[in-house]
C-alpha cells in the first residue's frame, strides 16, 4: 500500500494544492517552491551533520615579479 506523507489523500491533496495557488498566486509558485526546496535541503544537510567545510579565504603573499 502506498502511504503519502502526514496520512493525506488524493482529495485533500488536491485541495491543500488550490488553497496555495490562491494564496501565492501561479506567478509566484516556482519561486515559493524553490526557496522551499532549499530550505529542506539545508534542514536534511544540518539534520544528517553533512555540512561542507567553511570556505576559507587566504591571501596571495608572493610579490609579483
Not at 522551499?36 to 539534520?47: M, Q
Not at 551533520?49 to 591571501?59: L, S, V
Amino acid at each position: 500500500m502506498n502511504r503519502v506523507p502526514f496520512n493525506l489523500g488524493g482529495g485533500e491533496l488536491v485541495f491543500v494544492l488550490v488553497i496555495v495557488l490562491i494564496v501565492f498566486g501561479a506567478g509566484k509558485l516556482p519561486d515559493v517552491l524553490g526557496q522551499l526546496g532549499r530550505g529542506v535541503k539545508t534542514f536534511r544537510e544540518e539534520a544528517t551533520g553533512e555540512n561542507k567545510p567553511a570556505a576559507t579565504t587566504t591571501t596571495d603573499t608572493t610579490k609579483p615579479s
